[in-house]
Antibody, heavy 118, light 110 residues
Framework: QVQLQESGPGLVKPSETLSLTCTVSGGSISRYYWSWIRQPAGKGLEWIGR???????NYKPSLRSRVTMSVDTSKNQFSLKLTSVTAADTAVYYCAREDGEQWLVDFWGQGTLVTVSS | QSVLTQPPSVSGAPGQRVTISCTGT?????????VHWYQQLPGTAPKLLIYGNNRRPSGVPDRFSGSKSGTSASLAIAGLQAEDEGDYYC??????????FGAGTKVTVL
């Protein structure tokens, strides 16, 4: 059973960069798509983007200018960087695995709360 | 960009049947793209509930069913139980494989 675990700072200052890492266990990161999805408190899910194990990426257009995703297959990890954060970026951030045929999310991390505040 | 519209809330008594609609635009699920549904129980990560419009992953009770017609999809919960209380999201994608989620529907068991 694939398991995903997010890690990173829970508090980021405005205008700085949010950095999160997702560690995948119970399966290989290779030949799969991996994504980041966030959820502000009391609100819905927002897909941020995905990265394939080869490093190819696909980002939500409205976030593209601030998002960078990377993958480290040797560590079975992938990462998210979101620059110039504001309070609007405060959310629970989930890392997830995508099924590249059905185009859905089949495994989710437990989520990590990131608060943007000075 | 595709937008998926869901009702903010639905409610029903135990044992009743409730349905949640998910209406899209022609550039999204109005085309040939499938709709998937996720259940998010309080304090937990979402879980895949229905995929490919009407298929259930292993372990999902057959009380949950999905359908899709044109630009609209629906999730039905039959025999509503207290443990079904939570938020339900539809998800589809566009021609660029950009994922879109509906805003979510809160299910309350009266």
């Amino acid at each position: 059973q694939v398991q995903l675990q997010e890690s990173g700072p829970g508090l980021v200052k405005p205008s700085e960069t949010l950095s999160l890492t997702c560690t995948v266990s119970g399966g290989s990161i290779s030949r799969y798509y991996w994504s980041w999805i966030r959820q502000p408190a009391g609100k819905g899910l927002e897909w941020i983007g995905r990265i394939y194990s080869s490093g190819a990426t696909n980002y939500k257009p409205s976030l593209r200018s601030r998002v960078t995703m990377s993958v480290d297959t040797s560590k079975n990890q992938f990462s998210l960087k979101l620059t110039s954060v504001t309070a609007a970026d405060t959310a629970v951030y989930y890392c997830a695995r995508e099924d590249g045929e059905q185009w859905l999310v089949d495994f989710w991390g437990q989520g990590t709360l990131v608060t943007v505040s000075s | 960009q595709s937008v998926l519209t869901q009702p903010p809330s639905v409610s029903g008594a135990p044992g009743q049947r409730v349905t949640i609609s998910c209406t899209g635009t022609s550039s999204g699920i109005g085309a040939t793209y499938d709709v998937h549904w996720y259940q998010q129980l309080p304090g937990t990560a979402p879980k895949l509930l229905i995929y490919g419009n009407n298929r259930r992953p292993s372990g999902v009770p057959d009380r949950f069913s999905g359908s899709k017609s044109g630009t609209s999809a629906s999730l039905a919960i039959a025999g509503l139980q207290a443990e079904d209380e939570g938020d339900y999201y539809c998800q589809s994608f566009d021609s660029r494989l950009i994922f879109v989620f509906g805003a979510g529907t809160k299910v309350t068991v009266l």
